[in-house]
């Protein structure tokens, strides 16, 4: 059976930006970002990939043109091949109603109320009905699929069932939280056999989102809300949260059955709605360190508090032992860490594909374990890794380098070549950028598109976040780990593995001065674990530059600058390598220098 899936929609951005005000900053306020598709052929996903590595729009709603033409080209495949489509949506008419029905209740003024109502009926008929979204997918596609071979897959349901298929078909209880999907921000649950099932009685409606909430406070700092909530994780490490914490004592209510609500409902149609509540709480906004990582702080801990009261309803609900944590929340690496020590689940994930990056995947592996013809059958264990995007041979490369000859000079190198010179330069103060195989899918650069550099320098931090990556100057890198040697160096508590960035853990206070450019302000950091099975080069590399050092990591952050997506193709890498202060770049097999260094 033949899956294609896909997420984004042609005129969503412009809708929103007319009828919710989702312009500059607030321009990620709305649905279908992260757009992109997935192929899977008789349950194995042989291809996906965002759409912005190809139209180099970063978190674009667009419609994914280039992710399905190049998903099918990569399988040889026509859409007359295609057994069933995918969306990672379900806007009926009923849930449209119950949306509508949710709207009239809540307490708002009346005139915004109505506006409120009316832009989600025509959002409805214009962008995200069933019909809507079948004119879309032939307009751009030239192609209209047959009806009844669409499956309309629930937002939750697809972040749950990514989870599960990137897992391996584990049964397992799921928590999913993001900012909101058709009409819920949060969703308890269980898989069993490719069944999902939900704990209605602790959903969480979208005006009590957790997710929306942290955007709010990601934009009261002054950051892009739902884009750079990260930064806000990040910054909280630089403060303890305020005692007592007015998020938690007076903002923040729990209930029975792992819900939870707020004292004052949140306008999810109005970001700025809750900044003087922030003021009154922290005082008058100010453009300082101290100021912001108090407030992250504080909003650290509350994420803590909520995720916490929902894990703890989970337990109680479902016997099974393994965890999974999905959605745009699960994102928040340094709460999953205390999150998963502090619950009695023997193992809990959370999937490269977490945000809605990772949607298309699930929507696909949805429709196929859920099909009639599938019933009763047993299912393959999927072959599970993030590189599931394009990759390019060395005629391609060899074509880029061409067409910037004048700038750069290269060598060609064997494996071995490569991981000798390469480790010797990581030697020294430098940044490499590192380029090759398929693109790893998921917002995290998992080491075949990463700049790398060696942590034993102190500043290693500022050279790279002023040079090249041109951002906040509080942010840390991740360090990447042979997973046989991460117990050594971090304190892993019950894990034994953190190969997608997702988990936080802190640094042994014998390697904090070995790592010092991979070490936050608070002593950890957010850790990559590599084997050779998944990326052999990678590990011998570091390997090598270990023997050659006796540092065990080396920093891996995406390759790309601040406000771009990560370079997809050879010609992105080399414009970003010559559009930074990045020292070499290695193509495949091909060690790069800038035509200065040449000379």
């Given at each position: 059976?033949?899956v294609l899936?896909?997420?984004g929609f042609?005129?969503?951005?412009?809708?929103?930006?007319?009828?919710?005000?989702?312009?500059?900053?607030?321009k990620?306020y709305?649905?279908?970002?992260?757009?992109?598709?997935a192929?899977?052929?008789?349950?194995?996903?042989?291809?996906?990939?965002?759409?912005?590595?190809?139209?180099?729009?970063?978190?674009?709603?667009?419609?994914?043109?280039?992710?399905?033409?190049?998903?099918?080209?990569?399988?040889?495949?026509?859409?007359?091949?295609?057994?069933?489509?995918?969306?990672?949506?379900?806007?009926?008419?009923?849930?449209?109603?119950?949306?509508?029905?949710?709207i009239?209740?809540?307490?708002?003024?009346?005139a915004?109320?109505?506006?409120?109502?009316?832009?989600?009926?025509?959002?409805?008929?214009?962008?995200?009905?069933?019909?809507?979204?079948?004119?879309?997918?032939a307009?751009?596609?030239?192609?209209?699929?047959?009806?009844?071979?669409?499956v309309?897959?629930p937002h939750?349901?697809?972040?749950?069932?990514t989870g599960y298929y990137?897992?391996?078909?584990?049964?397992s209880?799921?928590?999913?939280?993001?900012?909101?999907a058709?009409?819920?921000?949060?969703?308890?649950?269980?898989?069993?056999?490719?069944?999902?099932?939900?704990?209605?009685?602790?959903?969480?409606?979208?005006?009590?989102s957790?997710?929306?909430?942290?955007?709010?406070?990601t934009?009261?700092?002054?950051f892009?809300?739902?884009?750079?909530?990260?930064?806000?994780?990040?910054?909280?490490?630089?403060?303890?949260?305020?005692?007592?914490?007015?998020?938690?004592e007076d903002?923040?209510?729990?209930?029975?059955?792992?819900?939870y609500?707020?004292?004052?409902?949140?306008e999810?149609?109005?970001?700025?709605?809750?900044?003087?509540?922030?003021?009154?709480?922290f005082?008058p906004?100010?453009?300082?360190?101290?100021?912001?990582?108090?407030?992250?702080?504080a909003?650290?801990?509350?994420?803590?508090?909520?995720?916490?009261?929902?894990?703890?309803?989970?337990e109680?609900?479902s016997?099974?032992?393994?965890?999974?944590?999905?959605?745009?929340?699960?994102?928040?690496?340094?709460?999953?860490?205390?999150?998963?020590?502090g619950s009695r689940f023997a193992?809990?994930?959370v999937?490269?594909?977490?945000?809605?990056?990772g949607?298309?995947?699930?929507?696909a592996?949805?429709?196929?374990l859920n099909?009639?013809?599938?019933?009763?059958r047993?299912?393959?264990?999927?072959?599970v890794?993030p590189?599931?995007?394009?990759?390019?041979d060395?005629?391609?490369?060899?074509?880029?380098?061409?067409?910037?000859?004048?700038?750069?000079?290269?060598t060609?190198?064997?494996?071995?070549?490569?991981?000798?010179?390469?480790?010797k330069?990581?030697?020294?103060?430098?940044?490499?950028?590192?380029?090759?195989?398929?693109?790893?899918?998921?917002?995290?650069a998992l080491?075949h598109r990463?700049?790398l550099?060696n942590?034993?320098?102190?500043?290693?931090?500022?050279?790279?976040?002023?040079?090249?990556k041109?951002?906040?100057?509080?942010?840390p890198?991740?360090?990447?780990?042979?997973?046989?040697?991460?117990?050594?160096?971090?304190?892993?508590?019950r894990?034994?593995?953190?190969?997608?960035?997702?988990?936080?853990?802190p640094?042994?206070p014998?390697?904090?001065?070995?790592?010092?450019?991979?070490?936050?302000?608070?002593g950890?950091?957010?850790?990559?674990t590599?084997?050779?099975?998944?990326?052999?080069?990678?590990?011998?590399?570091?390997?090598?530059?270990?023997a050659l050092t006796?540092?065990?990591?080396?920093?891996?952050?995406?390759?790309?600058?601040?406000?771009?997506?990560?370079?997809?193709?050879?010609a992105?890498?080399?414009?970003?390598?010559?559009?930074?202060?990045?020292?070499?770049?290695?193509?495949?097999?091909?060690?790069?220098?800038?035509?200065?260094?040449v000379?």
């Amino acid at each position: 059976m033949i899956v294609l899936a896909c997420n984004g929609f042609s005129r969503v951005s412009e809708f929103f930006a007319a009828n919710f005000g989702a312009v500059g900053k607030d321009k990620h306020y709305l649905l279908g970002h992260d757009a992109g598709a997935a192929l899977l052929i008789d349950g194995e996903v042989v291809a996906a990939v965002e759409e912005e590595r190809l139209n180099r729009d970063k978190k674009t709603t667009d419609f994914p043109i280039q992710s399905i033409r190049w998903c099918l080209e990569q399988a040889a495949l026509t859409f007359d091949d295609v057994d069933l489509l995918a969306i990672p949506w379900n806007w009926s008419t009923e849930v449209v109603n119950e949306v509508i029905a949710d709207i009239a209740a809540a307490p708002m003024d009346p005139a915004a109320q109505r506006q409120l109502m009316d832009g989600i009926r025509r959002l409805a008929i214009e962008i995200v009905s069933p019909e809507a979204i079948l004119a879309d997918f032939a307009t751009r596609t030239g192609y209209a699929p047959d009806p009844a071979k669409v499956v309309f897959v629930p937002h939750h349901y697809a972040h749950a069932m990514t989870g599960y298929y990137l897992a391996g078909l584990k049964d397992s209880a799921f928590l999913v939280s993001d900012g909101r999907a058709e009409r819920f921000s949060s969703v308890l649950g269980e898989i069993r056999d490719g069944r999902i099932r939900v704990f209605d009685e602790s959903t969480i409606g979208a005006e009590f989102s957790i997710g929306i909430l942290f955007s709010a406070i990601t934009r009261f700092l002054g950051f892009v809300p739902n884009n750079d909530e990260y930064k806000v994780m990040g910054l909280s490490g630089y403060a303890e949260p305020p005692s007592p914490n007015p998020f938690v004592e007076d903002l923040l209510q729990l209930h029975e059955d792992g819900r939870y609500s707020f004292r004052r409902p949140l306008e999810t149609d109005n970001p700025r709605g809750l900044d003087p509540l922030f003021e009154q709480y922290f005082g008058p906004f100010e453009d300082s360190l101290e100021y912001q990582a108090r407030v992250a702080a504080a909003a650290q801990e509350m994420l803590g508090v909520v995720t916490n009261h929902q894990l703890r309803a989970l337990e109680a609900k479902s016997d099974l032992n393994h965890l999974l944590f999905e959605g745009g929340v699960a994102l928040n690496c340094l709460n999953n860490t205390p999150l998963f020590e502090g619950s009695r689940f023997a193992d809990m994930e959370v999937s490269f594909g977490a945000s809605d990056t990772g949607i298309v995947i699930g929507a696909a592996a949805h429709a196929w374990l859920n099909h009639p013809d599938n019933a009763g059958r047993p299912k393959p264990t999927p072959h599970v890794t993030p590189y599931l995007g394009p990759e390019y041979d060395d005629t391609a490369i060899e074509q880029a380098l061409r067409e910037f000859g004048d700038r750069v000079g290269w060598t060609r190198l064997d494996d071995d070549e490569i991981v000798d010179q390469v480790s010797k330069l990581l030697t020294e103060k430098v940044v490499i950028g590192w380029f090759e195989g398929r693109i790893e899918h998921g917002p995290r650069a998992l080491g075949h598109r990463s700049i790398l550099a060696n942590p034993k320098f102190p500043d290693i931090k500022d050279v790279i976040n002023t040079r090249v990556k041109h951002r906040e100057p509080f942010r840390p890198f991740a360090p990447l780990v042979l997973e046989a040697d991460a117990p050594q160096v971090f304190e892993l508590g019950r894990k034994t593995r953190s190969p997608y960035m997702t988990f936080v853990f802190p640094v042994r206070p014998e390697f904090r001065d070995v790592i010092p450019g991979a070490t936050h302000v608070d002593g950890t950091s957010r850790v990559q674990t590599i084997t050779d099975r998944e990326n052999p080069r990678l590990a011998a590399l570091l390997r090598r530059f270990t023997a050659l050092t006796d540092v065990p990591c080396l920093i891996n952050t995406s390759f790309n600058v601040a406000g771009e997506p990560i370079v997809c193709t050879p010609a992105d890498a080399l414009r970003c390598f010559l559009g930074t202060e990045i020292d070499y770049v290695v193509l495949g097999n091909y060690l790069v220098t800038k035509a200065a260094a040449v000379r």
